[in-house]
Structure formats: C-alpha cells, structure tokens
C-alpha cells in the first residue's frame, strides 16, 4: 500500500499550487484522508481533513485560502493552495486510514512528503 503525494514546488507570495495524493495498493475502503505539514523546527500540524462523506475541517491558519477535495474513484485527495504566503512553506505530508483486503480495521498510512516553498 501507498501514498504518492506530488505537486509541490517553489512559488511567489501570492500564487497558488495543487498537490495531489494517490493511494494504491489492495484498498477496500478509505476513511479520512488529510494533508499535514511541517515546517522546519516545528511540529508536523494538521492543515485539512476530509471524510469519506465529504465533510472538511481546516487550520484557522489555511481558512478561506486552501481546498481539500478528494476523488473517491481514484483514491487521491487533493489540496489547492491559494493566496499562498512564506508561512506555508513546509514538507506537506498526505494521511489517510484504509481498510485493506484480508483486514477488518483501518491502518493509518502516510505519504512520502512533498516541499512547498513560497518565496516573499
């Protein structure tokens, strides 16, 4: 099982990016997916969740200016990044619990981490 982030990069103050994740693997079903990040010398936080419903929350931080959406016949989330500002610049990680083939529980699964950087 795996979770591909892709779509980072390095912007202006003020741009925008959409990172994407694709999970793979024996997946009967995905619960919860999110994006987290980190940014050096801080604590990975939480920035967006979506539920297998639809349902989202965000950090006061990202309100207004990020989109978390997911495509549940892809199994991939999504965050689109507006208005982005030097405090977003950190490794964004995806999260998502799954239930896989032969399991009766969802695991917690994270993806490799992909840098956004936002230049001032």
């Known amino acids: 099982v795996q979770l591909q982030a892709s779509g980072g990069g390095l912007v202006q103050t003020g741009g925008s990016l959409r990172l994407s994740c694709a999970a793979s693997?024996?997946?009967?079903?995905?619960?919860?997916m999110a994006w987290f990040r980190q940014a050096p010398g801080k604590e990975r936080e939480l920035v967006a969740l979506?539920?297998?419903?639809?349902?989202?929350n965000y950090a006061n931080a990202v309100k207004g200016r990020f989109t978390i959406s997911r495509d549940n016949a892809k199994n991939t989330v999504y965050l689109q990044m507006n208005t982005l500002s030097p405090e977003d610049t950190a490794v964004y990680y995806c999260n998502a619990n799954m239930r896989l083939s032969g399991r009766h529980s969802y695991i917690n699964y994270w993806g490799q981490g992909t840098q956004v950087t936002v230049s001032s």
């Open positions: 979506i539920s297998d419903t639809g349902s989202t």
């Open positions: 693997g024996t997946i009967i079903t995905i619960g919860n």
